[in-house]
């Protein structure tokens, strides 16, 4: 992969406003299938990784704002609190943004190794949240953010493969 | 970031921080709000709608499966199925008779006490769409909304008993918090002996808790519970859970007891909603002010 683009050319490849929108819904809809037991619990949050992916990659295209629209829409799918989900996905997509020259510059392994605090901080608001409601801290909700991270990898790759047809088609 | 703004090409409005100061204001401002007041239920809705196409197309492909799978049944299957409904009706038509007689019977013995008349309860089939995302929320999302007359509160049951009830309206789905919930509360009364309780689910997904009972109260393992109907919310004489543990420590006031819900609450996919309102004599205006917030506090609780 790296051999026919550089890695610091990675980052220019193009993204249209369609395939961010379209990959957004994409994650939404993962993030809607009806999930249950256990595997609730350990559910990636696919929502969570596309925004931060694009905040990464293109933090200028996808901010703060888009990844707060998102959360409300997560919210209102989710009967959940209004602004919990938009709360962890500002502090994502800020997170995101300020790092977005650090994770530029690492390969995979490394970038994993940052973003999992990153979901940490925004799994941390939905515990935070659910102490401040319900009076005892939920540590179940961190497994999903292990799950989240272990998938950033295999999601990079798919975003960027799914991106480089468009490259070909203007160089 | 520092060169864009050094050199200033090219207008990026405000820093990062900025903006993440003002959305996690909004988002707690949002929070605040919705926690404490409700406002916010007509926005939700609007977005709900908006968000609806996108939600069954997320199912579409499970819809699918189920719909394939359907038109698949083997010819054998459905005379098997037929065989067994024939049976089923036939033993079922006795019955119905039976209770027919009785039902009759009833009515006019509650005529001769001057009992208000039970009033009958419709139904209506709803399917469930989703499941809610967060763990530690029972919740479900059926696909009968405000279109169908559906309204906050309504009972939601299948085959075997109660499943929890609609909490929210949207126009085309409605959101039922189900038994288990950790907020919700069921008084039911226990079927052997008649003692009235309170259960609450325990945010766990087979368990209930039957809680407040005294150590030496007239409970056994297996006892049946089913409403009472002193709530104005839930028909008398559903069942609703079966007792499964009884834990009696002299060392604490209360017994210890767990049940396990009679319905299948997790693993049904058809659903009956129960349409029909009671008609309750008005609540008595309390006599002193400690009873009246008591009133309120339990009702509250009723009502998630």
Known sequence: MSTVFPKDREFLLPASPLFIGLSLLAALMLDWLPWSGLWLTLRPDFVALVLLYWCTHKPYRVGIGIAWAMGILSDVADASLFGQHALAYAVLAFGGIVLHRRVQMFDLRQQTMQIFPLMLACYAVYAAVHWQLHGYIAWEYFSGSVTSTLLWAPLTLLLQALRRPHVEDEL | ?304
């Not at chain 2, 038109?71 to 199925?81: A, E, H, S, V, Y």
């Not at chain 2, 002299?250 to 909603?273: E, H, K, M, T, W």
């Open chain 2, 1 to 304: 970031m520092e060169h864009t703004e050094s050199v200033r090409f090219f207008n990026r409005g405000p820093s990062p921080a900025a903006r993440l100061v003002f959305f996690s204001l909004l988002s707690l401002l949002l929070l605040f709000v919705d926690a404490r007041y409700r406002y916010l239920e007509s926005t939700r809705n609007v977005l709900a709608t908006l968000v609806y196409p996108i939600q069954r197309l997320a199912t579409l492909p499970i819809t699918l499966w189920y719909g394939a799978d359907e038109f698949l049944t083997t010819q054998t299957g459905l005379i098997r199925d037929n065989d067994q409904l024939h049976e089923q009706h036939v033993a079922d038509v006795a019955r119905l008779q039976q209770l027919q007689m009785l039902q009759a019977e009833n009515a006019r013995l509650r005529k001769l006490l001057g009992v208000q008349q039970r009033s009958e309860y419709r139904m209506q089939l709803a399917e469930v769409i989703y499941v809610a995302r967060d763990v530690f929320q029972r919740k479900l999302f059926v696909d009968k909304g405000s279109q169908a007359n559906i309204q906050a509160g309504q009972i939601v049951m299948d085959d075997n008993g109660i499943i929890g009830q609609v909490t929210r309206v949207y126009p085309w789905l409605s959101e039922v918090t189900l038994v288990t919930d950790k907020d919700h509360a069921v008084p039911v009364q226990i079927m052997r002996s008649g003692l009235r309780a309170i259960v609450f689910g325990s945010g766990d997904t087979g368990d209930l808790s039957l809680r407040y009972m005294p150590v030496n109260a007239n409970i056994r393992e297996g006892d049946e519970l089913i409403t009472s109907g002193i709530d104005g919310t839930y028909p008398p004489g559903i069942p609703v859970a079966r007792v499964t543990h009884i834990e009696r420590d002299p060392a604490y006031p209360f017994a210890r007891i767990r049940c396990s819900p009679v319905a299948g609450v997790n693993d049904q996919r058809f659903l009956l909603i129960l349409s029909g309102e009671r008609k309750l004599p008005p609540r008595p205006e309390a006599a002193g002010d400690g009873v009246r917030g008591k009133g309120k506090k339990s009702r509250r609780k009723m009502l998630p």
